[in-house]
T-cell receptor, first 114, second 114 residues
Framework: NAGVTQTPKFQVLKTGQSMTLQCAQD?????MYWYRQDPGMGLRLIYY???????DKGEVPNGYNVSRLNKREFSLRLESAAPSQTSVYFC?????????????FGNGTRLTVT | SQQGEEDPQALSIQEGENATMNCSYK?????LQWYRQNSGRGLVHLIL?????REKHSGRLRVTLDTSKKSSSLLITASRAADTASYFC??????????????FGTGTRLTIIP
């Protein structure tokens, strides 16, 4: 039982390049999330998926797209990377039916855009 | 803006002492959660307290919630070197949605000195 798995762990991009961050969970959770973490800013929600087939914007969605490929996988795509997207990205999942259920996080992808 | 703000931003104590961290938030909540983050890792859920609860315990952790003051505290008793980490509060706002409204604070960096 791996929990939430994120790939890659590290990535360096040049401005304008694109990439997809992958996330998979094996806990049969319906809800999945993408957060970014920046120094002094805490975690900010980029996009979330309440269930397979649905996605919605969070607090900071500009410059990102997501795909809920199936119940297990939720990917985050940067179409044209910018230095402001340098951050640590975390994927998380949760049980769908209990209000306030805890989030289960992956170990993050550290992205640098030069 | 951040819903939750932790205080202090950083805290250093001797091993064996108790550590107290505080979280203040701005609007009415459904529940409040505390998470721990070790360096280079994802967040790990510690404890959840609902808006109708005033105190909750889990092992060496004690969480209080004062909805009239919009604040919560996390007490770690008999601290250990392994407790060195960043601690975040997260609030689940009252809404018709689920965890997509979970908003994180900026964290308290706790250092336990052996």
């Amino acid at each position: 039982n791996a929990g939430v798995t994120q790939t890659p762990k590290f990535q360096v991009l040049k401005t304008g390049q694109s990439m997809t961050l992958q996330c998979a969970q094996d806990m049969n959770h319906n809800s999945m999330y993408w957060y970014r973490q920046d120094p002094g800013m805490g975690l900010r929600l980029i996009y979330y998926s309440a269930s397979e087939g649905t996605t919605d914007k969070g607090e900071v969605p500009n410059g990102y797209n997501v795909s809920r490929l199936n119940k297990r996988e939720f990917s985050l795509r940067l179409e044209s990377a910018a230095p402001s997207q340098t951050s640590v990205y975390f994927c998380a999942s949760s049980h769908p039916t209990d209000r306030g259920s805890p989030l289960h996080f992956g170990n993050g992808t550290r992205l640098t855009v030069t | 803006s951040q819903q939750g703000e932790e205080d202090p931003q950083a805290l250093s104590i001797q091993e064996g002492e108790n550590a107290t961290m505080n979280c203040s938030y701005k609007t009415s909540i459904n529940n409040l959660q505390w998470y721990r983050q070790n360096s280079g890792r994802g967040l790990v859920h510690l404890i959840l307290i609902r808006s109708n609860e005033r105190e909750k315990h889990s092992g060496r952790l004690r969480v209080t919630l004062d909805t009239s003051k919009k604040s919560s505290s996390l007490l770690i008793t008999a601290s250990r070197a392994a407790d060195t980490a960043s601690y975040f509060c997260a609030t689940d706002l009252i809404s018709n949605f689920g965890n997509e409204k979970l908003t994180f604070g900026t964290g308290t960096r706790l250092t336990i000195i052996p």
